[in-house]
């Protein structure tokens, strides 16, 4: 599965929105976005995952670049609860081996 | 939807002892349950992946016999640290998953300290 490179932290306004970017150069065509976080002390919790098309749920939108090569996750209107460790991690169709890299820890800043 | 239960949040127990942490999909069948460690500053480690029904499998350098898995049903698995001791205190947090495309869902993990 491809490597991914995320900045390691970030500070983000409150209200304001936060776009955490990621490289994934060595994706492959059958390999998936996933972004998770981890609030302090607590299990990573799934956010967004896309192929190619952005994507949008309650929480987030992703944004895949067309050559696939990188992405961005973005929290419209940031809070203080979204402080957290946020994951980006490229996996094959059917695999389950998630990879937590050190992620970008996320300080959202009253 | 896609709720997983970890049970107990936290545990403190003496040297030797043996410790049981249980993982539940409340709301869905996991075709698949994951154990993950996870020690301070660090990131989460994957320790084993068991199927319901057949024994885990363990990633190296996870001793089977010390971290002992049981995957009874599609909706519970267990972890069993054996004779823990000091050095296996860590953040234990286990996930599930239905397969396919899907992603894996987490429990909110286990604290346990061992003194």
């Known amino acids: 599965d491809a490597k991914t490179t995320q900045p390691p932290s970030m500070d983000c306004a409150e209200g304001r929105a936060a776009n955490l970017p990621c490289n994934h150069s060595t994706i492959s065509g059958n390999e998936y976005v996933y972004w998770y976080r981890q609030i302090h002390s607590q299990g990573p919790q799934y956010i967004i995952h896309g192929l190619k098309n952005n994507e949008t749920n309650e929480m987030a939108s992703l944004i895949i670049t067309e050559d696939r090569k990188s992405s961005t996750l973005i929290l419209p209107h940031a809070t203080l609860r979204d402080t957290a460790v946020y994951y980006c991690i490229v996996l094959r169709t059917g695999a389950n081996n998630l990879f937590f890299g050190t992620g970008t820890r996320l300080t959202v800043i009253p | ?115």
Not at chain 2, 16 to 23: A, D, L, R, W
Not at chain 2, 56 to 77: R, W
């Open chain 2, 1 to 115: 939807g896609a709720v997983v239960s970890q049970h107990p949040s936290r545990v403190i127990c003496k040297s030797g002892t043996s410790v049981k942490i249980e993982c539940r999909s409340l709301d869905f069948q996991a075709t698949t349950m994951f154990w993950y460690r996870q020690f301070p500053k660090q990131s989460l480690m994957l320790m084993a992946t068991s199927n319901e029904g057949s024994k885990a499998t363990y990633e190296q350098g996870v001793e089977k016999d010390k971290f002992l898995i049981n995957h009874a049903s599609l909706t519970l698995s267990t972890l069993t640290v054996t004779s823990a001791h000091p050095e296996d205190s860590s953040f234990y947090i286990c996930s599930a998953w239905t397969g396919g495309g899907q992603p894996q869902h987490f429990g909110d993990g286990t604290r346990l300290s061992i003194l």
